[in-house]
């Protein structure tokens, strides 16, 4: 209704990126709806525009006959802009974090 507030989602169209369309299968929403709650929450909780980004992802062994496994102690390098370079390693779980990435393109590797 005119006046309410939503948290809308859209995305851009190939043909024109300035262009945002939303519709009824995104999460749109009103903010005083009970399912907006949890996207409050993530928006509120969001670094400052050009802040860098978190990147976390994990590593696993897949393989074919036995049951997928984490592989802890993997060195991660990531790869940022110019000559940034930042390494981490997967916890015992396989997982990773890296914080503070600056912006621009972004590679990894095992």
Known sequence: ??????I???????KDPAVLLTGACTRTTRVDSPGAAED???LGNLPPAGSGATIR?????DLRDEKAT???DVTITIRGSGDTRIATKTDIDG????TDCGPGNIESSP
Do not use: Q
């Not at 809308?8 to 190939?14: F, H, K, L």
């Not at 992802?57 to 062994?61: D, F, L, N």
């Not at 997982?95 to 890296?98: D, G, N, S």
């Open 8 to 14: 809308v989602y859209a995305y851009a169209t190939e």
């Open 95 to 98: 997982a990773f974090t890296v």
């Open 57 to 61: 992802g994990s590593v696993w062994a």
């Open 40 to 42: 409050l929450k993530f």
């Open 1 to 6: 209704m005119r006046g309410d507030r939503y």
């Open 70 to 72: 984490p592989l802890p």
